[in-house]
């Protein structure tokens, strides 16, 4: 048995694309979709995704490989040149890209040291009026909103910076998470 590819792929389904859409080939770099085309190969049909690169030069990637390809994303409503087959451009792109990803990861290693060495603002335990206000809500706590709720409190009793990123689906609590930390920062000045 072959091995298992990961089931996070930067393309889903065919049906993400349209023919005419820009793409990028992690290989191949920017070209063109063309469409799905049957070819013949070691003796039986099969589907490959065809790409088009500068001068017309072709790709026909199995569809077995659509893990390679993504819709191209860019900052501009005209799309960017195809790149030529065999070239040099796409390697000194991913090369630049890849030394910004490192620089930006150098930048945010270097800010969340200093924020290490902030003091930020220790509040003080719950008050009645905390308890009281927590209270309140009609719906009882999941068991995310709990443990969130210890954690918020933990940061916010804390001498470091809080850094906190609560995401969920709607309707699952982050506005009153939101306001219970709301409150103790107002109720403690």
């Given at each position: 048995p072959s091995a298992r590819k990961s089931d996070s792929r930067p393309l889903d389904?065919?049906?993400e694309l349209a023919k005419g859409d820009t793409v990028v080939h992690l290989t191949h770099g920017i070209g063109r979709f063309l469409g799905i085309e049957r070819l013949e190969r070691d003796g039986r049909m099969q589907d490959f995704v065809a790409l088009e690169y500068h001068g017309g030069?072709?790709?026909f990637v199995p569809v077995a490989n659509?893990?390679?390809i993504q819709k191209y994303v860019g900052g501009s409503d005209s799309p960017p040149p195809l790149h030529t087959l065999g070239g040099t451009s796409w390697s000194a792109t991913k090369l630049r890209a890849e030394e910004s990803v490192l620089q930006m990861a150098q930048e945010l290693l270097r800010v969340q040291a200093l924020r290490e060495l902030e003091m930020g603002i220790?509040?003080?335990a719950d008050t009645e009026w905390q308890r009281?206000?927590?209270a309140a809500f009609p719906y009882e706590d999941t068991e995310d909103q709990a443990t969130v709720t210890h954690a918020l409190k933990q940061d916010m009793e804390s001498h470091r910076p809080m850094d906190r990123l609560i995401c969920g689906?709607?309707?699952f609590g982050k506005t009153e998470l939101a306001?219970?930390?709301a409150f103790k920062a107002a109720t403690s000045n």
């Open positions: 389904s065919l049906l030069a072709r790709v659509i893990d390679l220790a509040f003080p009281a206000f927590e689906d709607v309707g306001m219970r930390a």
